[in-house]
């Protein structure tokens, strides 16, 4: 079963704005990481928020945890053609089990040029 | 700087036959991971290393299942008796602590 579910499943924006993809989970978690996918290609890992932080930046990326609501956001301000993927938020079962991740299903952004 | 490397990258084969996939993992990180990705879904967590010692397999990884690590360096993921639902993306992935890197994936394909 998946314990993070990104909102919307699909965004398509123009080059220039901003996107907002949303991840909400069940259960209680150590930390929370966003993931970027190229069609068809690995994982990149983009960011890692823990449960005690409330926001954090890193570039263009903006992610945000709100532990009562168990979601998270992640925003990617000026966006580029070049960010086109899926992106996926992760999370750890909690306690001592901070390595095994669930993914949600992604949001895939396409920013048209 | 090397990263997850995995082999191959591509597998075409025929139902009942076995496969066998192989992680090289980048070199200072003990954690190992496997995963399985399927069209339109995230990746599925299949198994973690540490070091050489197997720590968890989930109840995806079924009996025709087996993975290795042998000196905790590279890895192996083998498939017996493949199946048409074994078909997918599957996935390597390392770390020293929580953040993990990921291979370019072995695409699977069962006729």
């Known amino acids: 079963s998946q314990q993070g579910e990104e909102d919307p499943q699909a965004l398509s924006i123009q080059e220039g704005e901003n996107a907002t993809m949303n991840c909400s989970y069940k259960?209680?978690?150590?930390?929370l990481q966003w993931y970027r996918q190229n069609s068809g290609r690995g994982l990149v890992h983009l960011i890692l928020?823990?449960?005690?932080?409330r926001e954090k930046h890193s570039g263009r990326l903006r992610v945000t945890l709100d532990t009562s609501k168990k979601s998270s956001s992640l925003l990617i301000t000026a966006s580029r053609a070049a960010d086109t993927a899926s992106y996926f938020c992760?999370?750890?079962?909690?306690?001592?089990?901070?390595?095994?991740?669930?993914f949600g299903k992604g949001t895939l952004l396409t920013v048209n040029p | 700087d090397t990263g997850v490397s995995q082999d191959p990258r591509h597998k075409i084969t025929k139902r009942g036959q076995n496969v066998t996939f192989r992680c090289d993992p980048i070199?200072?990180?003990?954690?190992l991971y496997w995963y399985r990705q399927t069209l339109g879904q995230g990746p599925e967590f299949l198994t973690y290393?540490?070091?050489?010692?197997?720590?968890?397999k989930s109840r995806l990884l079924s009996d025709r299942f087996s993975a290795e690590r042998p000196k905790g360096s590279f890895s192996t993921l083998e498939i017996q008796r493949t199946e048409q639902g074994d078909s997918a993306m599957y996935l390597c992935?390392?770390?020293?602590?929580?953040?993990?890197?990921f291979g370019p994936g072995t695409r699977l394909t069962v006729t």
């Open positions: 992935a390392s770390s020293l602590v929580f953040e993990q890197y």
């Open positions: 259960t209680s978690i150590n930390n």
């Open positions: 928020i823990r449960s005690n932080e």
């Open positions: 992760a999370t750890d079962s909690g306690g001592g089990s901070n390595y095994k991740l669930t």
């Open positions: 070199s200072e990180h003990n954690r």
């Open positions: 290393f540490q070091n050489e010692a197997q720590l968890e």
